[in-house]
């Protein structure tokens, strides 16, 4: 299966202010997935991210909000602009090696506190 | 939209008890089941996945698939303590990204 490396692991932020998490693959993939997860609870994806296109975004998420870039098959950047308090949480980027069904694995997680 | 509902919310068991987690889906054209596993502070991990109706075992897991009912479900045989954890069940949505729906989880807790 692909691994995911994700920084920073945690940050601490202002309210108001703009933060930025990197996964870097450590092969080719084809998609890779951003989800958000309070508290240990369910897994919200965010969006999906493809090489060379508009990440397609989940209700609830906007890429003003959430800016993801996708620059090549290996990396891919969420940015949570204009933090609020209600952004802190937990942030997954996940891939699979395959682009039909198969495991995906997650990142090791960016656990951001806003205040 | 697909909707997927775990229950129950949490458990606890017993070591070496045996432990069931049911898992239910709304899309029937769903292709592609799994359940994953996360310990606190962990990133989660895929289990174990089936494609087809039936059974498939693994060590102490198994895994059972009913897709006419909408179900499936992770029984693990013989629950460690190292089995706490949030096990999260999840689905694909054939949209062409094989994205995947998680259901809210069940938090399970072995007692030695």
């Known amino acids: 299966s692909v691994l995911l490396y994700q920084k920073p692991n945690r940050d601490i932020c202002q309210s108001g202010t703009s933060l930025k998490i990197q996964c870097v693959a450590d092969?080719?993939?084809?998609?890779m997935f951003w989800y958000q997860q309070f508290q240990e609870q369910s897994l919200m994806l965010m969006a999906t991210?493809?090489?060379?296109?508009?990440?397609?975004?989940e209700s609830g998420f906007t890429k003003d909000k959430f800016p993801i870039s996708r620059p090549n098959l290996t990396f891919s950047t969420l940015t949570v602009n204009n933090a609020r308090p209600g952004d802190s949480s937990i942030y997954f980027c996940?891939?699979?090696?395959?682009?039909?069904?198969?495991?995906?694995?997650f990142g090791s997680g960016t656990r951001l506190l806003v205040i | 939209q697909q909707k997927v509902q775990q229950s129950p919310e949490s458990l606890i068991v017993p070591e070496g008890a045996m432990t069931s987690l049911n898992c239910t889906f709304s899309?029937?054209?769903?292709?592609?089941f799994a359940w994953y596993r996360q310990h606190s502070g962990k990133a989660p991990k895929a289990l174990m996945s089936?494609?087809?109706?039936g059974e498939k075992e693994e060590g102490r897991f198994t895994i059972h698939l009913n897709k006419a009912s909408l179900h499936f479900s992770l029984h693990i045989r013989d629950s460690q303590p190292s089995d706490s954890a949030l096990y999260l069940c999840?689905?694909?949505?054939?949209?062409?990204?094989?994205?995947?729906?998680f259901g809210a989880g069940t938090r399970l807790k072995v007692i030695a």
């Open positions: 996940s891939s699979s090696r395959d682009r039909g069904n198969s495991d995906y694995t």
């Open positions: 092969s080719q993939v084809v998609s």
């Open positions: 999840a689905v694909t949505v054939n949209t062409g990204n094989y994205k995947y729906v």
């Open positions: 089936i494609f087809s109706n």
């Open positions: 991210a493809n090489e060379g296109s508009e990440a397609t975004y």
């Open positions: 899309d029937s054209a769903s292709q592609y």
